[in-house]
């Protein structure tokens, strides 16, 4: 069988830095993107930094006929799927537009697959599915999962449950990785995150207001049970998080029973560390004001990282100083 891997969405944020590690491994990656948050000259970006030319079809997920055009031209060894919409507070305003893209998406290729008997799937879940932990702040893959807060996780949490179901009666390999808070950017600043709009998210709108882009950054809240009262988060550097997905791709699992892993560091940090370890990275200083707590925010969240760590022998290698500064060099890079 060949190396190729199917990216969904792999014209995104996690998508293109995942692309880039696939090619160093040895993979073949062939993205299909809608485009919907995503420039097509992320591909030429992803092909500088690889010196490697990768197969793109602009189509949508939810539409068979671009899934058959791909199943049919490549033999896909693997599916790694990104595509979906994640603003959660979108979500909100617009619930049926996450049902249909995050669940109608997922189940157009999951029938996709089973007709082109492609067995292999790794599906890009988020630790929102674990709410506000209530037996202290880390979390394990066997945490018991917490009613979803937003339609955004909603869809996350079905999308879980259907593969999982899916798994007890066919020979799909479901890996789902649990994704805590994804940050930064391609050391080469060749490729990063492109928020549409106002970002939502705390490193964009830091590194935004940084670049005089925005008035000043909005601290939701300090007056949490946290050791500084900011809300305390397990920020992950977006390649380590690509490497994570070359892990899942080798590991075998156990049929019928889809394997969950977190992909976190397993340090927890607040706002302010965050904002302090971004003066230290970058000697620049971030202008900000204490506002009142957002709706619907947890206190405090982190990962477990045993088990990836040992079962796939990954571990991150980025400090949360690193993870700053390439965000710096991104943010410095976009005009
Ligand atoms: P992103 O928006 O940058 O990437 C998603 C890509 O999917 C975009 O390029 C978009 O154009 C594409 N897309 C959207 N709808 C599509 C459709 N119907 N057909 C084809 N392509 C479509 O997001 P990201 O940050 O790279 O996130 C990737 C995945 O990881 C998503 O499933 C997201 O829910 C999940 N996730 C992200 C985070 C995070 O903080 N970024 C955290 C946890 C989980
Ligand atoms: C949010 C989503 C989560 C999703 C993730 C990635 C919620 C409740 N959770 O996570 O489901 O997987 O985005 O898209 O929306 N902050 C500020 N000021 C800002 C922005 C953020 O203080 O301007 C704080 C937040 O209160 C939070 C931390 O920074 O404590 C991180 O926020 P954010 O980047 O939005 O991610 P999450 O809320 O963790």
Redesign the pocket.
């Known amino acids: 069988m060949g190396n190729n891997i199917l990216l969904t969405g792999g014209l995104g944020y996690i998508g293109s830095h995942t692309a880039v590690e696939l090619i160093l491994a040895g993979y073949e990656p062939i993205i299909l993107d809608n485009l919907a948050n995503s420039k097509v000259e992320v591909l030429d970006q992803i092909e500088k930094i690889t010196q490697k030319k990768i197969p793109f079809f602009q189509g949508d997920v939810r539409d068979e006929e671009a899934l058959q055009s791909i199943f049919s031209a490549h033999a896909i060894q693997g599916v790694i799927h990104f595509a979906a919409l994640?603003?959660?507070?979108d979500s909100v305003l617009q619930p049926l537009s996450y049902f249909d893209v995050n669940v109608g998406g997922l189940t157009q290729l999951l029938k996709s697959m089973q007709k082109f008997r492609v067995e292999k799937l790794i599906f890009s879940s988020?630790?929102?599915v674990y709410g506000q932990p209530t037996d202290g702040w880390a979390v394990s893959e066997s945490t018991p999962l917490q009613e979803p807060?937003?339609p955004?996780?909603r869809t996350?949490r079905m999308n879980e449950e259907m593969i999982h179901d899916i798994c007890q009666t066919s020979r799909l390999s479901a890996v789902f990785l649990r994704?805590?808070?994804?940050?930064g950017a391609h050391p080469s600043g060749l490729i990063g995150e492109l928020p549409l709009g106002v970002?939502?998210?705390?490193?964009?709108?830091?590194t935004q207001t940084v670049a005089g882009k925005r008035d000043a950054?909005?601290?939701?809240?300090n007056d949490y049970s946290t050791p500084d009262g900011?809300?305390?988060?397990d920020?992950i550097h977006v390649v380590d998080l690509a490497k994570a997905h070359v892990g899942a791709l080798g590991f075998e699992t156990i049929p019928h029973h889809p394997e969950i892993f977190n992909v976190g560091t397993g340090k927890g940090s607040?706002?302010l560390e965050?904002i302090s370890a971004f003066e230290r990275a970058t000697g620049m200083k971030v202008p900000y004001e204490i506002?009142p707590?957002?709706q619907?925010?947890?206190?405090a969240?982190f990962a477990n990282a045993q088990k990836i760590s040992e079962k796939l022998q990954w571990n991150p290698q980025y400090s949360l100083e690193d993870m700053m500064e390439h965000a710096w060099n991104w943010e410095k890079n976009q005009n």
């Open positions: 994640k603003s959660v507070g988020s630790c929102t807060t937003s955004y996780g996350k994704y805590f808070n994804p940050v970002p939502a998210n705390l490193v964009p709108f830091l950054l909005t601290i939701f809240g900011t809300c305390i988060r920020y607040s706002v965050v506002g707590k957002r619907g925010d947890v206190m969240v």
